[in-house]
Structure formats: structure tokens, C-alpha cells
């Protein structure tokens, strides 16, 4: 099972990007798939999950700016990052989590099986 995830950059404070992440090796329909990340100095940190079941679920700090969605005929699973801040730099990292997760769960790391590389973004300007 592999996650590449793609998208990262160096963008201006304010201005959008699309964080986009594939997955091989196996079918995720039925599996619960989510963003991390993690700024330097800091642990990892949850940013938004989708659920198998279709629900999606966002950090308190990224809520009304960042949305999470997918594609399961891609395997794939976006996230869109509007309204970017410095405090939004870190490296992101996709994960995938089993469908039978429950909600609570999802904000830990601890709940994913498999994860991407990571990809950059830095908000400067």
C-alpha cells in the first residue's frame, strides 16, 4: 500500500492551494482517509478526515478555510487550503484509517494504518 501525496508549495499568506493525495496497492472505498501535519518543532497534528461513511471532520484551526474530500474511483482523497496563513506551514501528510474508525478517533494518529510521504507547504511572503 502506498499514499503519494502532492500539491505543496510555497505560497503568500491569504492565497490558496490544493493539497492532493493517491492511493495504490488496494481499494479505499470503505476505508476512512485524513490530512495531518506537522510544523517544525511541533508534533503532528490533526487537520481534517473524511469518513468512510461520508461524514468529514475538521481541526478547530482550519474549520471554514480548509476542505477535505475524495474520490474513491481515484483512490484519492484533496484537500483544499483557503485563506492560508503562516501558522499553516508545515510538511502534510495523508493517512488512511480503517471504515469501522469511530468519529471520536479520528483526530489521533494513532487511528491510521498507512501514510503518505508528506508534501511541503510554507506560507511566507
Known amino acids: 500500500v502506498q499514499l503519494q501525496a502532492s500539491g505543496g508549495g510555497l505560497v503568500q499568506p491569504g492565497a490558496s492551494l490544493r493539497l492532493s493525495c493517491v492511493a495504490s496497492?488496494?481499494?479505499?472505498?470503505?476505508?476512512?482517509m485524513g490530512w495531518f501535519r506537522q510544523a517544525p518543532g511541533k508534533e503532528r497534528e490533526f487537520v481534517a478526515a473524511?469518513?468512510?461513511?461520508?461524514?468529514?471532520y475538521y481541526a478547530d484551526s482550519v474549520k471554514g478555510r480548509f476542505t477535505i474530500s475524495r474520490t474513491n474511483a481515484k483512490n484519492a482523497v484533496y484537500l483544499q487550503m483557503n485563506s492560508l496563513y503562516p501558522e499553516d506551514t508545515a510538511v502534510y501528510y495523508c493517512?488512511?484509517?480503517?471504515?469501522?474508525?469511530?468519529?471520536?478517533?479520528?483526530?489521533?494518529?494513532?487511528?491510521?494504518?498507512?501514510w503518505g510521504q508528506g508534501t511541503l507547504v510554507t506560507v511566507s511572503s
Open positions: 473524511f469518513r468512510a461513511a461520508g461524514m468529514t
Open positions: 493517512a488512511v484509517a480503517p471504515g469501522t474508525t469511530l468519529s471520536s478517533l479520528l483526530r489521533s494518529s494513532k487511528s491510521y494504518d498507512y
Open positions: 496497492g488496494r481499494t479505499f472505498s470503505s476505508y476512512s
